[in-house]
Protein backbone atom coordinates (compact mmCIF):
# COMPACT_ATOMS: atom_id res chain seq x y z
CA UNK A 1 0.00 0.00 0.00
CA UNK A 2 1.63 3.53 -0.91
CA UNK A 3 2.32 5.56 2.34
CA UNK A 4 2.98 8.80 2.92
CA UNK A 5 6.12 9.29 0.95
CA UNK A 6 4.77 7.89 -2.06
CA UNK A 7 1.50 9.36 -2.01
CA UNK A 8 3.93 12.57 -1.73
CA UNK A 9 5.58 11.99 -4.30
CA UNK A 10 2.33 11.56 -6.72
CA UNK A 11 0.99 14.81 -5.14
CA UNK A 12 4.10 16.95 -6.05
CA UNK A 13 4.03 15.32 -9.75
CA UNK A 14 0.24 15.44 -10.31
CA UNK A 15 0.52 19.16 -9.06
CA UNK A 16 3.25 19.81 -11.95
CA UNK A 17 1.49 18.63 -14.51
CA UNK A 18 -2.36 19.45 -13.10
CA UNK A 19 -2.63 22.68 -12.03
CA UNK A 20 -4.33 25.22 -14.21
CA UNK A 21 -6.09 21.91 -16.28
CA UNK A 22 -9.56 22.10 -17.11
CA UNK A 23 -11.38 18.72 -16.70
CA UNK A 24 -13.73 17.97 -19.80
CA UNK A 25 -14.80 15.07 -19.22
CA UNK A 26 -15.41 12.12 -16.50
CA UNK A 27 -15.93 8.64 -17.80
CA UNK A 28 -16.20 5.85 -14.63
CA UNK A 29 -15.48 2.44 -15.98
CA UNK A 30 -16.11 1.01 -12.43
CA UNK A 31 -19.19 2.27 -10.49
CA UNK A 32 -18.09 0.79 -7.06
CA UNK A 33 -14.61 2.96 -6.89
CA UNK A 34 -16.48 6.25 -6.61
CA UNK A 35 -17.46 6.03 -2.60
CA UNK A 36 -21.05 8.51 -3.90
CA UNK A 37 -23.61 8.71 -6.55
CA UNK A 38 -21.67 8.60 -9.58
CA UNK A 39 -23.72 11.48 -11.44
CA UNK A 40 -23.48 13.32 -8.89
CA UNK A 41 -19.41 12.52 -8.69
CA UNK A 42 -19.56 13.03 -12.36
CA UNK A 43 -21.65 16.49 -12.82
CA UNK A 44 -19.52 18.15 -10.08
CA UNK A 45 -15.78 17.54 -11.44
CA UNK A 46 -16.73 18.10 -15.36
CA UNK A 47 -15.73 21.38 -16.03
CA UNK A 48 -13.39 22.28 -13.32
CA UNK A 49 -10.27 23.75 -13.06
CA UNK A 50 -7.84 21.62 -11.35
CA UNK A 51 -6.12 24.45 -8.43
CA UNK A 52 -3.96 22.34 -6.30
CA UNK A 53 -2.72 18.80 -5.29
CA UNK A 54 -1.77 17.63 -2.20
CA UNK A 55 -2.13 14.83 0.87
CA UNK A 56 -3.49 14.30 4.32
CA UNK A 57 -1.74 11.16 5.39
CA UNK A 58 -1.92 8.63 3.00
CA UNK A 59 -4.60 10.33 1.08
CA UNK A 60 -4.24 12.13 -1.91
CA UNK A 61 -6.36 15.51 -2.71
CA UNK A 62 -7.04 17.18 -5.62
CA UNK A 63 -8.34 20.83 -5.40
CA UNK A 64 -11.00 21.95 -8.05
CA UNK A 65 -11.07 25.44 -6.86
CA UNK A 66 -11.85 26.24 -3.15
CA UNK A 67 -15.48 24.39 -2.87
CA UNK A 68 -14.52 20.87 -4.10
CA UNK A 69 -11.92 18.13 -3.22
CA UNK A 70 -11.50 14.99 -5.17
CA UNK A 71 -9.87 12.16 -3.06
CA UNK A 72 -8.46 9.16 -4.01
CA UNK A 73 -7.57 6.51 -1.38
CA UNK A 74 -4.82 4.22 -2.95
CA UNK A 75 -5.66 1.65 -0.69
CA UNK A 76 -3.47 -1.29 -2.27
CA UNK A 77 -2.57 -1.30 -5.71
CA UNK A 78 -4.28 2.37 -6.71
CA UNK A 79 -2.44 4.63 -9.05
CA UNK A 80 -3.26 8.27 -10.29
CA UNK A 81 -1.50 9.23 -13.25
CA UNK A 82 -1.45 12.14 -15.34
CA UNK A 83 -1.19 11.40 -19.49
CA UNK A 84 0.04 14.56 -22.11
CA UNK A 85 -2.45 12.63 -24.32
CA UNK A 86 -5.48 10.35 -23.53
CA UNK A 87 -4.47 6.50 -23.81
CA UNK A 88 -7.02 3.83 -23.92
CA UNK A 89 -8.15 2.27 -20.74
CA UNK A 90 -7.27 -1.22 -19.78
CA UNK A 91 -8.85 -3.67 -17.99
CA UNK A 92 -7.85 -2.14 -14.77
CA UNK A 93 -8.72 1.29 -15.40
CA UNK A 94 -11.62 2.87 -13.17
CA UNK A 95 -12.25 6.34 -13.42
CA UNK A 96 -10.67 8.65 -16.43
CA UNK A 97 -10.80 12.00 -16.48
CA UNK A 98 -10.67 13.71 -20.03
CA UNK A 99 -8.99 17.65 -19.96
CA UNK A 100 -9.66 20.26 -22.36
CA UNK A 101 -6.56 20.30 -24.00
CA UNK A 102 -6.53 16.39 -24.96
CA UNK A 103 -4.56 15.29 -22.31
CA UNK A 104 -6.18 12.40 -19.23
CA UNK A 105 -5.87 11.47 -15.36
CA UNK A 106 -6.57 8.18 -14.85
CA UNK A 107 -7.42 6.17 -11.74
CA UNK A 108 -5.99 2.61 -12.22
CA UNK A 109 -6.15 -0.08 -9.50
CA UNK A 110 -5.92 -3.99 -10.12
CA UNK A 111 -7.43 -4.85 -6.82
CA UNK A 112 -10.72 -2.61 -7.18
CA UNK A 113 -10.17 -1.81 -3.12
CA UNK A 114 -9.21 2.43 -4.08
CA UNK A 115 -11.90 4.86 -3.26
CA UNK A 116 -12.64 8.45 -5.23
CA UNK A 117 -14.74 10.65 -4.03
CA UNK A 118 -15.90 14.42 -4.91
CA UNK A 119 -16.45 16.67 -1.70
CA UNK A 120 -17.41 19.82 -0.45
CA UNK A 121 -14.93 21.34 2.25
CA UNK A 122 -17.78 20.68 5.02
CA UNK A 123 -18.36 16.89 3.63
CA UNK A 124 -14.60 16.49 4.05
CA UNK A 125 -14.21 17.49 7.34
CA UNK A 126 -17.27 15.41 8.33
CA UNK A 127 -15.70 12.33 6.36
CA UNK A 128 -14.93 10.13 9.44
CA UNK A 129 -11.47 9.29 8.08
CA UNK A 130 -10.81 11.75 7.38
CA UNK A 131 -11.56 13.79 10.85
CA UNK A 132 -9.88 11.22 12.97
CA UNK A 133 -6.05 11.45 10.99
CA UNK A 134 -3.82 12.14 13.36
CA UNK A 135 -0.80 14.87 13.22
CA UNK A 136 1.27 14.84 10.12
CA UNK A 137 4.81 13.55 11.11
CA UNK A 138 6.78 16.15 9.01
CA UNK A 139 4.87 19.02 9.83
CA UNK A 140 4.84 18.40 13.50
CA UNK A 141 7.48 18.64 16.36
CA UNK A 142 8.79 15.37 17.24
CA UNK A 143 8.52 15.96 20.43
CA UNK A 144 4.81 16.76 20.37
CA UNK A 145 4.01 13.88 18.18
CA UNK A 146 5.81 11.60 21.41
CA UNK A 147 3.38 13.20 24.00
CA UNK A 148 1.35 11.12 22.25
CA UNK A 149 2.54 7.91 22.64
CA UNK A 150 3.53 8.39 26.17
CA UNK A 151 2.71 5.99 28.90
CA UNK A 152 0.82 4.22 26.38
CA UNK A 153 0.29 0.51 27.21
CA UNK A 154 0.06 -0.68 23.39
CA UNK A 155 2.73 -1.65 21.40
CA UNK A 156 4.77 0.57 19.60
CA UNK A 157 4.74 -0.19 16.12
CA UNK A 158 0.69 -1.00 16.36
CA UNK A 159 0.77 3.45 17.65
CA UNK A 160 2.53 4.11 14.52
CA UNK A 161 0.51 2.08 12.12
CA UNK A 162 -2.64 3.71 13.75
CA UNK A 163 -3.42 6.76 11.56
CA UNK A 164 -5.67 8.17 14.38
CA UNK A 165 -1.72 8.92 16.33
CA UNK A 166 0.32 9.62 13.49
CA UNK A 167 -0.91 10.28 9.76
CA UNK A 168 0.83 8.07 6.63
CA UNK A 169 3.25 5.49 8.10
CA UNK A 170 2.45 2.21 7.02
CA UNK A 171 4.36 -1.08 7.48
CA UNK A 172 7.25 -0.58 5.35
CA UNK A 173 8.51 2.81 7.03
CA UNK A 174 7.14 1.55 10.84
CA UNK A 175 9.75 -1.18 10.37
CA UNK A 176 12.77 1.01 8.94
CA UNK A 177 11.92 4.08 11.67
CA UNK A 178 12.14 1.30 14.70
CA UNK A 179 15.39 -0.67 13.09
CA UNK A 180 16.84 2.84 12.63
CA UNK A 181 15.69 3.91 16.37
CA UNK A 182 17.25 0.87 18.06
CA UNK A 183 13.30 -0.20 19.49
CA UNK A 184 11.48 -3.48 19.10
CA UNK A 185 8.22 -3.24 17.21
CA UNK A 186 6.94 -5.30 20.23
CA UNK A 187 8.16 -3.01 22.81
CA UNK A 188 4.79 -1.23 24.91
CA UNK A 189 5.13 2.69 24.21
CA UNK A 190 5.21 2.47 28.14
CA UNK A 191 8.54 0.88 28.56
CA UNK A 192 10.03 3.59 26.85
CA UNK A 193 11.33 6.82 28.16
CA UNK A 194 10.05 10.38 26.71
CA UNK A 195 13.80 10.82 25.11
CA UNK A 196 13.61 7.37 23.73
CA UNK A 197 10.06 8.03 21.84
CA UNK A 198 11.73 11.83 20.65
CA UNK A 199 14.46 9.81 18.78
CA UNK A 200 12.28 7.78 17.43
CA UNK A 201 10.07 10.26 15.73
CA UNK A 202 13.43 11.93 14.73
CA UNK A 203 14.00 8.73 12.27
CA UNK A 204 10.38 8.43 10.85
CA UNK A 205 11.39 12.03 9.75
CA UNK A 206 14.45 11.09 8.29
CA UNK A 207 13.49 7.81 7.17
CA UNK A 208 10.26 9.68 5.85
CA UNK A 209 12.15 12.53 3.87
CA UNK A 210 14.89 10.56 2.77
CA UNK A 211 11.98 7.89 1.20
CA UNK A 212 10.60 10.93 -0.41
CA UNK A 213 13.86 11.51 -1.81
CA UNK A 214 14.21 8.40 -3.91
CA UNK A 215 10.77 8.41 -5.38
CA UNK A 216 9.17 6.23 -2.54
CA UNK A 217 9.20 2.43 -2.58
CA UNK A 218 8.49 0.24 -5.72
CA UNK A 219 7.72 -3.13 -3.70
CA UNK A 220 5.12 -4.39 -6.14
CA UNK A 221 2.22 -1.46 -7.66
CA UNK A 222 3.06 1.83 -6.63
CA UNK A 223 4.63 4.05 -9.69
CA UNK A 224 4.71 7.75 -9.35
CA UNK A 225 2.34 10.55 -11.35
CA UNK A 226 4.33 10.03 -14.65
CA UNK A 227 4.34 5.85 -14.45
CA UNK A 228 7.93 5.79 -12.80
CA UNK A 229 9.23 3.33 -9.78
CA UNK A 230 10.98 4.47 -6.84
CA UNK A 231 14.24 3.63 -5.64
CA UNK A 232 14.19 3.73 -1.60
CA UNK A 233 13.33 0.03 -1.61
CA UNK A 234 16.92 0.02 -2.41
CA UNK A 235 18.10 1.82 1.30
CA UNK A 236 16.01 -0.78 3.13
CA UNK A 237 18.14 -1.89 6.35
CA UNK A 238 15.60 -4.36 7.78
CA UNK A 239 12.37 -4.24 5.46
CA UNK A 240 11.65 -7.67 3.46
CA UNK A 241 15.08 -8.73 4.74
CA UNK A 242 14.31 -12.01 6.40
CA UNK A 243 16.77 -14.47 6.69
CA UNK A 244 19.33 -11.51 6.22
CA UNK A 245 21.89 -10.78 8.69
CA UNK A 246 21.26 -7.72 10.51
CA UNK A 247 23.93 -4.81 9.13
CA UNK A 248 24.76 -3.42 12.33
CA UNK A 249 25.37 -6.67 14.65
CA UNK A 250 25.51 -9.98 12.12
CA UNK A 251 22.26 -11.57 13.90
CA UNK A 252 19.69 -12.76 11.85
CA UNK A 253 17.03 -10.73 11.54
CA UNK A 254 14.29 -12.38 12.99
CA UNK A 255 10.20 -11.89 11.47
CA UNK A 256 7.10 -12.00 13.09
CA UNK A 257 3.49 -10.25 12.91
CA UNK A 258 2.76 -7.23 15.19
CA UNK A 259 -0.11 -5.35 15.03
CA UNK A 260 -1.82 -7.69 12.62
CA UNK A 261 1.40 -6.76 9.87
CA UNK A 262 4.16 -8.55 8.62
CA UNK A 263 7.52 -7.56 10.42
CA UNK A 264 11.25 -8.04 10.44
CA UNK A 265 13.60 -6.93 13.16
CA UNK A 266 16.71 -7.47 15.08
CA UNK A 267 16.36 -8.80 18.85
CA UNK A 268 19.67 -7.79 19.38
CA UNK A 269 19.95 -4.84 18.32
CA UNK A 270 16.07 -3.46 19.13
CA UNK A 271 15.44 -3.17 22.64
CA UNK A 272 11.98 -3.76 24.27
CA UNK A 273 12.79 -0.93 27.14
CA UNK A 274 14.84 1.52 28.25
Keep these: ?21 EIESVKILNHGTVKMP ?32 VTFHLKMTGRVL ?56 LETSTSDIADRLVGRKAQIKGLLLN ?38 FVEVQKVLKQAISENGSSIRDYVDAGGDSGGFQNSFKVYGKKGEPCPTCGETFATGTVAGRGSTFCNNCQKMSD
Design 163 to 200: QSMVAGIGNIYADESLFRAGIHPKAKASDLSKATLDNL
Design 38 to 69: WYLFASRVAGRTVTRVHRRGKLLIMDLGDDLH
Design 82 to 137: AHETAIAPDKHTRVVFGLTDGGSIEFHDTRKFGEVRALSPTELEEWKFYRNLGPEP
Design 1 to 21: MPELPEVEVISRGLSKALVGK
